[in-house]
Antibody, heavy 127, light 111 residues
Framework: EVQLVESGGGLVQPGGSLRLSCAAS????????MDWVRQAPGKGLEWVGR??????????EYAASVKGRFTISRDDSKNSLYLQMNSLKTEDTAVYYC??????????????????WGQGTMVTVSS | QSVLTQPPSVSGAPGQRVTISCTGS?????????VHWYQQLPRTAPKLLIY???YRPSGVPDRFSGSKSGTSASLAITGLQAEDEADYYC???????????FGGGTKLTVL
């Protein structure tokens, strides 16, 4: 079964740090770009960042709201994705999802949606 | 304020047809970037519903369809069922933000 399972969420004080993990199974993890998406309580989805695959030098991109504070990494040997969150703010409180980017081709054109999502892990930043 | 604008809510009776709009700009949908749609049932993770503006992944009923024109996209749901009650999100890439952006989400209520 294709699956993503996040862990590492919890309560942290403003200014603190937290590291989230996402364990992948059921597919060749190393072949895929992987993203983090978050959802504040009662709010919509917000893209956090992306890590590309080895063929693309594991390059990363981040949303402006987290750039310089969050770092995405991956360990293909462990089929795992990570999100290191530093200098946390109250507005970072959210459920954090990891998501797989997959290639879908139709009528000669290819697209790259997020096709598999984890169940999410809750991060609460509060004093 | 989301970069992609969706109505906060829509509703319809079982069996009816509803549409959800997603309005962007020249830096995202209007720039030619493709739109994907996700369904989020209560207390669950999002699920891919439509990719590439109008294509359904395997397993998604053909009651769901998508379209794109200019700076907007739409999701249509025909033959509404109680199980369709969920939040729906559109997504595209924005080249002025250099980021993937989501609409604010639309809550579908089946009356």
């Amino acid at each position: 079964e294709v699956q993503l399972v996040e862990s590492g969420g919890g309560l942290v004080q403003p200014g603190g740090s937290l590291r989230l993990s996402c364990a992948a199974s059921g597919f060749t993890f190393s072949d895929h770009y992987m993203d983090w998406v978050r959802q504040a309580p009662g709010k919509g989805l917000e893209w956090v960042g992306r890590t590309r695959d080895k063929a693309n030098s594991y390059t990363t991109e981040y949303a402006a709201s987290v750039k310089g504070r969050f770092t995405i990494s991956r360990d293909d040997s462990k089929n795992s994705l990570y999100l290191q969150m530093n200098s946390l703010k109250t507005e970072d409180t959210a459920v954090y999802y990891c998501a797989r980017v997959n290639k879908y081709c139709s009528d000669g054109t290819c697209y790259y949606p997020f096709d598999i999502w984890g169940q999410g892990t809750m991060v609460t930043v509060s004093s | 304020q989301s970069v992609l604008t969706q109505p906060p809510s829509v509703s319809g009776a079982p069996g009816q047809r509803v549409t959800i709009s997603c309005t962007g700009s020249s830096s995202n949908i209007g720039a030619g970037f493709d739109v994907h749609w996700y369904q989020q049932l209560p207390r669950t993770a999002p699920k891919l519903l439509i990719y590439g503006n109008s294509y359904r992944p395997s397993g998604v009923p053909d009651r769901f369809s998508g379209s794109k024109s200019g700076t907007s996209a739409s999701l249509a749901i025909t033959g509404l069922q109680a199980e369709d009650e969920a939040d729906y999100y559109c997504q595209a890439y924005d080249n002025s933000l250099s980021a993937w952006v989501f609409g604010g989400g639309t809550k579908l209520t089946v009356l």
